[in-house]
């Protein structure tokens, strides 16, 4: 798998190591913006040019050695973010990896040693996060942590600087996400996208393997301190008894939570609870599943902001559980079950919006 930038013929000016560069020449998440916005106010390539653009280097990752089986299911999502003059980026088995922007070559790496004869639901990385520890002294190790989900349930955190586990956030530098999710089937219990930073808090969902059962790992959205790593909130999408677990949460797949920092919101959008395809057997409502939910996330605790588009799906999700057979016409079936899935990519509106 490789990675690559490309430059104008007119040889545009370099990024170099540690400088600032234009106000707006960094992109300091996954979406450049908490909110997810992926806009940049950079105009040195635009419509008139872009068609000279030529490749400035290219770097390989490596990543589909050694070989084995889950190289079939491997892709390269991962969407590469530009911190204090380096290039982070994360590869499907969760090597993180940091280059010179200007050149290509590579600072550091740190591989989180993934067990790749486990099977697991998926393989891929949709990035890293970046965040700055201000209490910590400019040099300090660990100032800059870069964050990063594992496929087998793991948060880490590690110099942004060496690339070093940061030995003081949980144990040895990672938090173990299986704990409290109820885990049924370690490889289908997963974290593909990139945390959420909101403030000093590192937030989190899941991915959850489909079409396995009706009880399957909570869905929970978790937020941890990030120096630390100790638990400061969680949210369960749908909260129920301990024992027996009826109705689990859905999980937010690969959607990334996105957070409005002014705001105290973190944005979280859920897919179905299990059984996948028969909700006939799926107690309740459901809650906040299919959903678009905002959190106040600032805090050490959870609070319900508000549903994108919620009403509608909760309430066709009823009717299939009451009646799952109520449409017999085809095309009506058909159209109404877009519909419902259509929630999950739905756009967001104004936070303070109802």
Request: net charge positive; glycine share 12%; with cysteine.
């Amino acid at each position: 798998m490789k990675t690559g930038v490309a430059r104008h013929r007119a040889r545009l000016a370099p990024i170099a190591r540690g400088s600032t560069g234009p106000a707006d020449s960094t992109w300091p998440s996954y979406g450049n913006d908490p909110g997810g916005g992926r806009y940049s106010t950079l105009a040195q390539i635009n419509r008139s040019n872009v068609a000279q653009l030529q490749v400035a280097w290219t770097h390989r990752t490596g990543a589909l050695q050694p070989e084995t089986p889950l190289n079939k299911k491997a892709a390269f999502e991962a969407t590469p973010i530009l911190v204090e003059g380096k290039l982070f980026l994360s590869t499907p088995f969760n090597q993180v990896i940091a280059l010179d922007p200007g050149t290509g070559a590579k600072l550091w790496e740190h591989d989180v040693k993934l067990d790749r004869a486990r099977t697991t639901s998926e393989v891929t990385s949709r990035g890293v996060s970046a965040w700055r520890d201000t209490m910590s002294a400019p040099g300090a190790a660990c100032r800059l942590r870069i964050f990063m989900g594992t496929l087998d349930a793991r948060l880490v955190a590690l110099d942004g600087e060496t690339g070093t586990p940061c030995g003081g956030f949980g144990v040895n530098g990672q938090v173990d996400l299986t704990r409290g999710v109820d885990l049924r089937d370690l490889g289908q219990y997963q974290v593909t996208s990139a945390p959420a930073i909101a403030g000093d808090l590192v937030i989190v969902g899941s991915s959850i393997g489909d079409n396995r059962a009706v009880d399957v790992e909570r869905g929970i959205v978790r937020a941890f301190d990030a120096r630390s790593g100790a638990l400061r909130w969680s949210w369960d999408p749908i909260p129920g008894p301990a024992t027996p677990r009826r109705a689990p949460a859905p999980a937010t797949r690969g959607r990334r939570c996105r957070s409005i920092a002014e705001r105290g919101l973190v944005f979280v959008p859920t897919g179905s609870p299990s059984p996948d395809h028969y909700g006939g057997v799926r107690k309740g409502d459901n809650r906040w599943a299919n959903s678009v939910v905002a959190l106040q996330g600032g805090h050490r605790r959870a609070r319900l902001g508000i549903s994108g588009r919620a009403p509608r799906p909760l309430g066709l999700r009823r009717r299939l559980a009451a009646d799952p057979l109520a449409w017999k016409d085809r095309h009506t079936r058909r159209s109404r079950s877009r519909r419902r899935w259509a929630v999950c990519s739905c756009s967001i509106g104004s936070p303070g919006r109802r």
